[in-house]
Each structure stands twice: as C-alpha cells, then as structure tokens.
C-alpha cells in the first residue's frame, strides 16, 4: 500500500469521519482510516501520537458540523433553528450522532447549566438584537428560562433519537419545524399557566 510522506491532520480526521459516518464508531479504527487514505497507518500517527488523540480530533469536527446544522437559517426564529439543526442532523448523520453521544462524557455542571452554555456558544454569531436571541444571551432579571431551554431540548432530541433509530423516516424539513414549533408553543403556553396561577390571576 503507497504510503504518503505528507499528510495534514485535517486529511486523517476527515478520512476518519468518514469511516465513522460509513460504519460508525465501533469500527473507526487506524487500520480503517488508513484504508480510507489509502496509506500504511504509520502516516497517521505523525499526526497523531495516538489513537485517542485522533478520536478527540474526530470529536471536536463532528461537533462542528453539527453546530454549523444548527446555525442555519431554518426559520426566523434562531432557537427553532437549534432543535431543527439537531433533528435534521440526526435523520442525515445517524452514525456521527451516535457517536457524539457515546463520547459524552459525564459533567460536574447540571444539565441546565451544561445546556444553556451551548445555546449561547451556537447563538453567539446571531443578531443579539433579536428578541429570542437577546434574552438567552443576556438573560432576564433572573437568568435565561432554563426550565423552557430543558423542555425544548428533551422534545428535539427525542425526535432526533427517532432518527437515530430510522423510526423517523423521511420525515420532511417542514413537518420537523412545524413539530418543533407547536411544541415550544406549549411550552410557552404551560408557563405561561403556571406562571398565572401563582400570581392568582
């Protein structure tokens, strides 16, 4: 097998994501990735001293593309645009959402605090003067509505575990914004109630 002299990093990672995205992550091995570049493994490890090192790599680019899903412009709304980047990833990437999840490492931070850190790190390129974007990054009176953030998040990835699973099908863009959508409605109905019923109006 030919083996490259020169080889960059970004090379071996985007050769490695794609053995990732063919075979997902149980298979992602440096004899894989070699095969994909067509070169000994020897080439991979003066990128890379090991093979942790280059799964971490793999991590921090799946990441990325993920988060690049979750920054267009779906709609007008920027946080619809995160729930349906997350889903539409999930039901076009199943394997690099399995393994994003799998290297999931556990937190010392609650899972609201860990939540509302990505959504702001995502919402950071937006117009801060829209209304949604405005209250997560600069929060209200008492920081951003975690408690809404939570609901959201537990909705969409449920229907991108659905996706994951290919239970989702080929559910169309519209009808996962349009899901989305109606769900955070509720939500917003909900607190709204709560909120009035303890006010006691």
């Known amino acids: 097998m030919r083996c490259k002299k020169k080889m960059t990093s970004e090379e071996v990672v985007a050769a490695a994501v794609e053995v ?8 992602l091995t440096a004899r894989k990735v070699a095969r994909q570049l067509g070169v000994s493994t020897m080439p991979l490890f003066s ?15 799946v990441t990325r593309r993920m988060k690049e ?9 920027p946080m619809l645009n995160i729930g349906v980047g997350y ?7 199943p394997r690099l959402l399995e393994f994003m999840l799998f290297r999931q ?3 010392p931070r609650s899972p609201e605090e860990g939540l509302a850190e990505a959504v702001r790190d995502i919402l ?5 003067h829209h209304p949604v974007v ?9 920081g951003p509505d975690l408690d809404l953030l939570v609901k959201g998040r537990v909705f969409a990835h449920g229907l991108a575990m659905l996706a994951l699973t290919g239970e989702l099908g080929a559910m169309p863009q ?10 955070g409605e509720a939500f917003m109905g909900w607190k709204k109630s709560q909120e009035e019923k303890h006010t006691g109006r």
Do not use: K, W
Not at 20 to 27: K, S, Y
Not at 134 to 142: P, S
């Open 87 to 93: 889903v539409l990833f999930a039901q076009e990437h």
């Open 69 to 77: 899903y979750q920054r267009r412009p779906y709609t007008p709304n």
């Open 47 to 61: 990128c890379f001293q090991a093979m942790d090192s280059l799964v971490e790599a793999v991590e921090q680019e």
């Open 124 to 128: 950071a390129d937006h117009d801060q």
């Open 105 to 107: 490492p556990a937190s």
């Open 134 to 142: 405005g209250m997560v990054m600069e929060g209200t009176a008492d």
């Open 20 to 27: 990732l995205h063919r075979e997902g992550f149980r298979e």
């Open 174 to 183: 519209s009808e996962i914004i349009r899901l989305l959508q109606e769900a």
